[in-house]
C-alpha cells in the first residue's frame, strides 16, 4: 500500500508519521511506500519504507510528482493556519484552497485515466466551519458559517471531496479536527495556540495570560487520540456520509485548570491571569455541546477524562 501525507512535518502529521513508520498494522495492510510531504523536517530522516519530500503543494511540478506515486491513501494536512491565513489572504487561498484543489483533482484524474480503484484521501477540516455564535447544541442541522477564509477554504473542500467521491472518483473522508493539544509554543499563526499553551504554562509552573475566560467552553483532544482516529478514518469501509465532526471532551477552561491543579499543584491556579479576547472567545470558548453519535458510531473516541485529556496532551 501506497501512503501519501502532506504536511507531515507539521504538529499532526509529524505524529501520524512516527506512528505509520512505527506500526506495521497501522493500515491494517502492510505500507510499502510512505511519502512525507513538506515544507520542512524538523529531526531525523525517516525509516526505510519512508521518503521525506521537500516542496510546495502549491507549486504544480512538486504537486504533480507527489501525486504520480499513485497512492492508495492519501492523507490531506498541509495547510496555512487560520491566523495566518487571514494575515496573508493570497498565501491561504493558494494552499488551502487552489493547491488542494489541484491535488483532489489530480487524484481524481488519477482514477479516471488508470481505471484505479479510487484512493482513499483523508481529509483534516477544522470545527471552525461552523464559525461563530453557535446554537445550544451543534449537530449536522447546523448551518455552515465560518468567519474566517481558513473555515472557508476547509468547507469548500469537504464539498468537493464528497461530490468527487460521490463520483466514484476518490473515497474522501473529511473530517472536522476540534482544538488538537499540546502543540510545543511557537509562533505559527494559530488563534488557537492558547489551548496548548495552557497545558505546557501549568505543568511547567509558569505564568499564563488566557486569552478566554475561565468559563469559557472548548471542544479538545490529544493529539495521539487524533492521530489514533486518522488511522480508523482511513482503515473503515468506505462510509455514506462524507464529513463528521470528531467526537470531542467539552471542557470549560475552569475545569481544565482545576484537573491541571490536581496533577501538578494548587499553587498553579494563581498562574492564570483571565484576558479575554472577545474575537479568541467567540470564535474557540463558546462550544456548546457537540452531537457526536455519528463519528463515535463510526468508532472514533474522545480521550475519556480531563486527566486522559492532559496525560496524553502532554506525553
Ligand atoms: N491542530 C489543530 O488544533 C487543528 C484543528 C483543526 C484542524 N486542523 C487541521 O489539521 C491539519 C494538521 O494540523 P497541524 O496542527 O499539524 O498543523 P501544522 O500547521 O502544524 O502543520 C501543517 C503543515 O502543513 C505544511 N504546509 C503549509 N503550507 C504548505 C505547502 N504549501 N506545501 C506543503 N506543506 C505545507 C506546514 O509546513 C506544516 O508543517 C491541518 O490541515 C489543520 O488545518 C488542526
Redesign the pocket.
Known amino acids: 500500500m501506497r501512503v501519501l501525507v502532506?504536511?507531515?512535518?507539521?504538529?499532526?502529521?509529524?505524529a501520524l508519521a512516527r506512528r505509520l513508520q512505527d506500526d506495521a498494522g497501522a493500515l491494517g495492510a502492510p505500507v510499502t511506500e510512505l511519502i512525507l510531504?513538506?515544507?520542512?523536517f524538523a529531526g531525523a530522516a525517516p525509516g526505510p519504507r519512508a521518503v521525506h519530500r521537500v516542496?510546495?503543494?502549491?507549486?504544480d511540478t512538486?504537486l504533480d510528482s507527489l501525486v504520480r506515486a499513485s497512492p492508495d491513501v492519501v492523507f490531506?494536512?498541509?495547510?496555512?493556519?487560520?491566523g495566518a491565513a487571514e494575515r496573508d489572504p493570497a498565501?491561504g487561498t493558494?494552499?488551502?484552497l487552489h493547491?488542494t484543489t489541484r491535488l483532489l483533482e489530480q487524484l481524481a484524474g488519477l482514477t479516471a485515466s488508470a481505471g484505479r480503484r479510487p484512493p482513499v484521501v483523508v481529509?483534516?477540516?477544522?470545527?471552525?466551519v461552523y464559525g461563530a455564535q453557535l446554537p445550544a447544541i451543534v449537530d449536522d442541522a447546523t448551518p455552515l458559517r465560518p468567519v474566517m477564509s481558513?473555515g472557508a477554504h476547509?468547507l469548500m473542500t469537504e464539498y468537493h471531496l464528497a461530490d468527487l467521491s460521490r463520483r466514484g472518483l476518490l473515497d474522501g473522508r473529511s473530517v472536522?479536527?476540534?482544538?488538537?493539544?499540546a502543540?510545543p509554543a511557537q509562533a505559527?499563526?494559530?488563534v488557537?495556540a492558547f489551548?496548548?499553551n495552557i497545558f505546557h504554562a501549568l505543568a511547567a509552573g509558569e505564568h499564563f495570560t488566557c486569552p478566554v475566560s475561565a468559563a469559557a467552553t472548548c471542544w479538545w483532544?490529544s493529539?495521539e487520540r487524533?492521530v489514533d482516529n486518522l488511522l480508523h478514518i482511513a482503515r473503515m469501509p468506505a462510509p455514506a456520509q462524507r464529513t463528521w465532526p470528531m467526537p470531542v471532551l467539552r471542557l470549560s477552561i475552569g475545569e481544565l485548570v482545576d484537573a491541571l491543579a490536581r496533577i501538578y499543584g494548587e499553587d498553579r491556579r494563581a498562574l492564570v491571569r483571565y484576558e479575554p479576547v472577545e474575537a479568541v472567545e467567540s470564535v474557540f470558548g463558546r462550544q456548546p455541546p457537540l452531537d457526536d453519535r455519528l463519528p463515535r458510531a463510526l468508532g472514533l473516541r474522545d480521550d475519556g477524562d480531563v486527566e486522559g485529556l492532559i496525560r496524553r496532551a502532554l506525553a
Open positions: 502532506t504536511g507531515a512535518g507539521g504538529f499532526v502529521g509529524a510531504a513538506d515544507m520542512a516542496g510546495s503543494i502549491a507549486d512538486f490531506h494536512l498541509a495547510s496555512i493556519p487560520g498565501l493558494a494552499v488551502n493547491a481529509f483534516t477540516s477544522t470545527v471552525a481558513y476547509k472536522r479536527l476540534p482544538g488538537i493539544v502543540r505559527g499563526g494559530h488557537s489551548m496548548s483532544m493529539r487524533c
